[in-house]
């Protein structure tokens, strides 16, 4: 599919003040196709289709400013529309589109992912030492997903990072981040046009643990 972007910022080096507001566009998911098997039941392997989908829409908005000398404030908000993705019907091909919606007769099966919107804020600060070394640390929430059915819950974490700059042209950088993946139930939810899923298994999980490092050396000809 297709998309686009568009975006508008604004600076003040003097106080390294920068904020940014930007929109991606949706993008229409087509020929989502494949096949059916229904051997089980004695009706073979049948070609199948989904109705039209999209990926969603994203608006973010990214702000840093100075806050004293050597020191830097940043945070972001992004807004992800995964509503837009709730249960998409399944239908055989031969089936007119108009008649592949949710809880309708030709609907054989769905993919059912009822995803509300998803947040993400993240805020953190950051301070150069010296033309050497600086460094900076990052708390962010990542809202699941997920409310009620399937495993998409809410997530935090933790970020630093160091960077080393022993000559002008050349940068060592370490990152590493921990965090939590909160715990969650997943059962019986009713969604769109009185769409219930969840019926045949219903769970509990628990939290889990994030972690990532990562590293880099940048050089400059």
Request: glycine share 14%.
């Amino acid at each position: 599919g297709w998309g686009w972007r568009a975006g508008i910022a604004y600076e003040i080096p003097d106080i390294a003040l920068r904020a940014s507001l930007v929109y991606n566009s949706k993008v229409k998911l087509d020929n989502i196709s494949g096949t059916l098997d229904l051997t089980n039941v004695g009706l073979g392997t049948i070609p199948i289709y989904g109705s039209t989908q999209y990926m969603p829409d994203v608006v973010e908005l990214k702000l840093q400013s100075g806050v004293a000398p050597g020191w830097l404030a940043f945070g972001s908000i992004k807004w992800v529309n995964w509503s837009v993705l709730q249960s998409v019907p399944i239908c055989p091909v031969g089936v007119p589109a108009a008649l592949c919606f949710t809880n309708s007769p030709a609907e054989v099966t769905s993919l059912d992912l009822m995803y509300r919107d998803g947040w993400t804020v993240s805020g953190g600060i950051g301070h150069k030492f010296n033309d050497q070394w600086s460094a900076a640390g990052q708390l962010s929430w990542d809202r699941g997903t997920s409310h009620g059915y399937g495993a998409q819950t809410d997530t935090w974490t933790l970020g630093g990072g160091v960077a080393y700059t022993p000559k002008p042209n050349i940068e060592v950088r370490l990152a590493g981040a921990i965090g939590v993946m909160t715990s969650g139930h997943s059962g019986i939810l009713i969604g769109e046009n009185g769409k219930v899923v969840g019926a045949d298994a219903s769970y509990d999980f628990g939290n889990d643990l994030v972690t990532a490092i990562s590293g880099g050396v940048k050089i400059k000809f």
